[in-house]
């Protein structure tokens, strides 16, 4: 099994994991950003990230780009249509803010604050129409 394989059954074991800021315990709880930092780490894609404490609105409130940030030192945007496993970041309020892994585009695994973690398509509420950006963290940048 490749990497990418790994996230996807990686990922699919988060399913139904209910929202929780923070949160990174499988069947517990989680948010979109420790989804993907735990998701990728048992992938064997990267090590283990100290994410230091965010509040859960602070992409209403500022203009930088933290959570992008953050994920470049991971990975490197692409330009052409995702892959498996690649990561999709969707802008929420004023920043580039929401994480999800991509199983086929546009079918993605996410942790959303309503519904836990779950299957979506970015085609539909509360994704479709958002502006989206493209990262592959199998090469970083």
């Not at 692409?78 to 994480?99: L, N």
Request: aromatic share 12%.
């Amino acid at each position: 099994m490749n990497q990418r394989q790994r996230v996807l059954v990686e990922a699919e074991t988060w399913l139904r994991t209910r929202y929780h800021h923070m949160g990174r315990i499988k069947g517990g709880g989680t948010d979109c950003l420790m989804l993907l930092a735990e998701v990728y780490e048992a992938a064997g894609v990267i090590a283990h990230v100290e994410v230091p404490f965010y509040p859960p609105d602070w992409n209403l409130h500022r203009d930088a780009e933290r959570y992008l940030q953050g994920l470049m030192r991971y990975a490197r945007e692409i330009d052409g249509p995702p892959r498996r496993g690649d990561v999709a970041v969707f802008k929420f309020g004023r920043c580039f803010a929401h994480g999800a892994i991509v199983t086929a585009w546009p079918q993605v695994i996410h942790a959303w604050c309503d519904a836990g973690v779950v299957f979506a398509d970015a085609q539909q509420a509360p994704l479709s129409g958002r502006q989206v950006r493209f990262f592959d963290p199998f090469q970083t940048a």
